[in-house]
């Protein structure tokens, strides 16, 4: 399926085609409202709107889901969609209850040059062949509908299992989902196996992949805004405090002696600001055509990488962001801002910002007008 660009389908032709698709399979759909979400399902494409089930009263509907800011969520493939869109009321189709819903003038990528990686993936046992022909054992770190992670069982060298590897690997992800096929060995860190699935995966068992993966992420998001909640509230989007056509430095978490350190390294380049190292500051950020966002990094805690993990998602692909670390491995950031595809993994405490400064200067000086 092509695309207008990149990050976005604007194609009428495309937009429908994709919506009959998912409606043929009554692939899972996630409506969204500022307040609420509501777990449904595709159900029939239309002229003018498509239906998806309605799970929820005629009172409810109308309540919920005429106010301004709806959205739909759903997988396609490696990809995740989200789309606006607005309720054209009620109906019936395939013989259920429907809501009718405005067919989106766009289709976002949620997922932008990379499919959504699931890190909190149980005990799976996985195995797989080594270069000699030899069967290994491991357990899944995570995976996508493009690859795997695999920590090996037994101490790996060389002859084993080397990068760009062809080999067979077995993941029993769940009783209905079993991949069994070749990959290609991407990445190789001691006993930590990346791997690409190569021939992609497709049909029936790249959809149900999919459709787990999106629900995974889902749920993580809402668990995330669950412990968010809790903490500290948001900064207001006035808290930078600068013109939307003002370039920016972002600092997401640390404290005021880190910002006062960074304004210091980044004298002449645009200006520094900190905001908390939530959702709603990644959003603000995120809204910027010209900034670089530095994640603060204090703990390399399973947790708190998970929480970074989820946190940074919005931003992959489509806004520079670099990891800053105090008091953590350098190597450790380092590995962390290529599993994240950050641009730059990095500590204060062993260069004193100097690749930082060089990083700032290269981006802001190809920016128009900087």
């Known amino acids: 399926m092509a695309s207008d660009d990149n990050a976005f389908v604007r194609n009428p032709a495309v937009i429908r085609d994709t919506l009959k698709r998912v409606c043929d399979r009554n692939e899972l759909a996630i409506l969204v409202t500022p307040n609420a979400k509501f777990d449904l399902n595709f159900l029939w494409l239309d002229q003018e709107v498509f239906h998806v089930t ?124 079993t991949i069994n096929g070749r990959a290609r060995v991407r990445h190789r860190r001691g006993n930590s196996v990346g791997m690409e699935f190569r021939p992609t995966l497709h049909g029936a068992l790249l959809d149900d992949l999919a459709r787990w993966t999106f629900q995974k992420r889902e749920e993580a998001l809402a668990q995330f805004l669950e412990t968010e909640e809790e903490g500290p509230r948001p900064a207001p989007r006035e808290a930078l405090d600068l013109a939307p056509e003002v370039p920016v430095i972002g600092l997401l ?60 998602e919005p931003l992959r692909g489509k806004r520079p962001f670099a990891l800053l670390g105090e008091g953590v491995e350098p190597a450790r950031m380092m590995a962390l801002a290529n599993d994240w595809e950050a641009v730059l993994g990095t500590t204060l405490d062993r260069d004193g910002g100097a690749p930082l400064r060089r990083l700032a200067q290269g981006l802001f000086a190809q920016e128009p007008g900087s």
Not at 278 to 304: F, K, M, N, Y
């Open 54 to 177: 309605a799970t929820m009263s005629r009172d409810e509907a109308l309540f919920a889901l005429k106010a301004p800011g709806l959205k739909v969520r759903f997988p396609f493939g490696p990809r995740i969609f989200s789309a606006g869109t607005r309720l054209a009321g009620l109906g019936v189709a395939r013989g259920r209850r429907s809501l009718r819903l405005a067919i989106p003038e766009e289709l976002e990528n949620d997922d932008f040059r990379r499919a959504y990686r699931v890190e909190k993936v149980g005990r799976v046992q996985v195995t797989f062949s080594s270069r000699r022909y030899e069967l290994l054992r491991g357990s899944l770190v995570n995976i996508s509908t493009g690859g795997a992670r695999v920590f090996a069982g037994q101490n790996l060298g060389d002859e084993d299992v080397q990068i760009d590897d062809e080999i067979h690997v077995s993941i029993p992800l769940t009783p209905a989902i």
């Open 253 to 312: 978490g640390g404290g005021p002696e880190l910002e006062a350190r960074l304004r210091e390294l980044f004298e002449g380049l645009p200006p520094v600001r900190r905001l908390p190292a939530t959702v709603q500051g990644v959003r603000i950020l995120g809204e910027r055509a010209r900034v670089l966002v530095l994640c603060h990094v204090a703990s390399l805690d399973p947790d708190q990488v998970r929480r970074l993990a989820i946190l940074l």
